[in-house]
């Protein structure tokens, strides 16, 4: 069985879309490829697993990725308790 493998997305490219989400295009461990869009929350990297991408749907092996592309910007908003936001009725 011949599985084709595409290029590895590395390290320092992963972190720059921390906070942002993201579809996230990867090969499992039988080669199928699957997308997921979620939030990527962290990239980190494991001692003797290697690098993973943390998301809100599951943790990704970073070396079975092949492509990570923006969807948007999560924007948090704060509010502080002396702001009195109307409700509508």
Same mark, same amino acid.
């Given at each position: %069985?011949?599985? %084709?493998?595409? #290029?590895? =997305?590395?390290? !320092?490219? +992963?972190?720059?879309?921390?906070?942002?989400?993201?579809?996230?295009?990867?090969? &499992?461990?039988?080669? #199928? %490829?699957? =997308?997921?869009?979620?939030?990527?929350? &962290?990239?980190?990297? /494991? @001692? *003797?697993?290697?690098?993973? /991408? /943390?998301?809100?749907?599951? &943790?990704?092996? *970073? &070396?079975?990725?092949?492509?990570?592309? *923006? %969807?948007?910007?999560?924007?948090? /908003?704060? =509010?502080?308790? !002396?702001?009195?936001? @109307?409700?509508? +009725?």
């Amino acid at each position: %069985m011949n599985l %084709m493998r595409s #290029k590895a =997305v590395n390290l !320092s490219e +992963a972190k720059s879309y921390i906070g942002k989400r993201c579809e996230v295009t990867w090969n &499992d461990r039988f080669g #199928k %490829m699957n =997308v997921s869009s979620s939030v990527i929350y &962290d990239v980190t990297f /494991v @001692p *003797l697993y290697g690098g993973y /991408v /943390v998301t809100d749907e599951e &943790d990704i092996r *970073l &070396d079975r990725v092949s492509n990570i592309c *923006l %969807m948007e910007e999560i924007t948090t /908003v704060q =509010v502080h308790k !002396s702001e009195q936001i @109307p409700l509508a +009725a």
